[in-house]
């Protein structure tokens, strides 16, 4: 099983970015997907979530900033990030969840937002 995080970068503060997580090796449809983040220093945290069937949530921090989706044609979860602040500098983490014992993370993607 592989996950792939791809999109990160340097931003400036109002900006925005696009991330994506390539899944393979898993029925993909059958996965939760979640977004985590990481900022040096700190815990991982949850960011959004998207159900097999499409339902989402986010954390707080980023209701109405952030926007998760998922193309189950292509494996593939994005998450839409705008209006970035400096507070979400972190490497995010992209999360497929079936099981605890089908649970599988990416390597990440480190986002630094600049001001």
């Known amino acids: 099983v592989q996950l792939q995080a791809s999109g990160g970068g340097l931003v400036q503060a109002g900006g925005s970015l696009r991330l994506s997580c390539v899944a393979s090796?898993?029925?993909?449809?059958?996965?939760?997907i979640a977004w985590y983040r990481q900022a040096p220093g700190n815990q991982r945290e949850l960011v959004a979530t998207i159900t097999s069937d499409g339902s989402t949530d986010s954390a707080d921090s980023v209701k109405g900033r952030f926007t998760i989706s998922r193309d189950n044609a292509k494996n593939t979860v994005y998450l839409q990030m705008n209006s970035l602040k400096l507070d979400d500098t972190a490497v995010y983490y992209c999360?497929?969840?079936?099981?605890?014992?089908?649970?599988?993370w990416g390597r990440g993607t480190l986002v630094t937002v600049s001001s």
């Open positions: 090796r898993i029925t993909f449809s059958l996965y939760a």
């Open positions: 999360n497929a969840y079936y099981s605890s014992a089908l649970n599988f």
